[in-house]
């Protein structure tokens, strides 16, 4: 009984060590194979438009309604304390540090990231990539890495469109809806909110998450056995594993950035 529980943790330990360094070993060929595909720039820019545009609606409703809920409970909480005019200086800080951000990245993983899981897992389970190698053509090179820099290119700025949309949504409930004086929502926000602090911080912590998250939904994809139901399988383990991963770098990173 002991000896087969210590065989089972000696088998899921050299299989997720396994994992790991195939991971790893996946992500930096990607990044070795991208030398020359910046002299063909339309692989990069047909990706980020599957990605990235079409990953846009969904990504400015939801900023909007954020944003809206945000102005709403903010000026609530605000209120009990005499404070409703700092309403636009809460919702600029919430959205710029945590929410455009993380939210940006769930919306991103479960539009794009599944997308690109199921399309890179029908790829091999229809020997595309198999009939690629055999055409001497780098699959990684070829397929991987153009979606994997669309990814990084448009996270940043889809976090940047939800953290302004939202804002807009705010202004309209806690301005035009509640009646907060507008010099007063503008001006503390401008006062409140430092470029390279809270927008640059941000913007960093989109570029991580869009790095984990596409490479996340890639490896997941190429990975995939060959068979409808571990491509499924895969497409939901990107889901889970992107979230899980969005949640723990967020935490490491607020950490680091905004400790006094």
């Known amino acids: 009984m002991i000896a087969r529980f210590l065989a089972a943790i000696g088998a899921w330990l050299r299989n997720s060590v396994q994992d790991l360094g195939f991971a790893v070993r996946s992500f930096f060929l990607i990044i070795a194979s991208s030398g020359g595909l910046w002299r063909r720039p339309r692989l990069v820019i047909e990706q980020l438009f599957f990605i990235g545009n079409r990953s846009l609606v969904i990504t400015a409703v939801s900023g909007l309604f954020v944003g809206m809920v945000l102005g709403l409970q903010g000026y609530y909480t605000l209120t009990t304390y005499g404070a409703e005019q700092s309403l ?25 990231g599944t997308s690109l899981t199921a399309e890179i897992g029908l790829m091999k389970a229809g020997e595309q990539l198999s009939a690629m190698e055999m055409m001497a053509v780098n699959p990684i090179q070829r397929v991987l890495a153009p979606r994997f820099w669309a990814g990084v290119i448009a996270m940043p700025i889809l976090g940047a469109i939800f953290t302004a949309v939202g804002i807009i ?92």
Do not use: H
């Open 88 to 112: 636009g200086l809460l919702v600029a800080l919430s959205l710029t540090r945590e929410l455009g951000p993380v939210v940006t990245a769930l919306l991103f993983a479960g539009r794009a």
């Open 169 to 260: 949504g705010s202004y309209l409930v806690g301005v035009i809806l509640i009646g907060v004086d507008e010099g007063s929502f503008w001006s503390q926000m401008q006062s409140g909110v430092d470029v390279w602090k809270e927008v640059g911080n941000g913007t960093i912590k989109s570029l991580v998450f869009g790095i984990a998250v596409t490479f996340i939904a890639l490896f997941q994809g190429y990975q995939a056995q060959p068979t409808p139901e571990d491509v499924s399988g895969a497409t939901t383990r990107t889901v889970v594993i992107s979230s899980l991963m969005v949640w723990w770098l967020d935490f490491m990173m607020t950490a680091l950035m905004f400790s006094k």
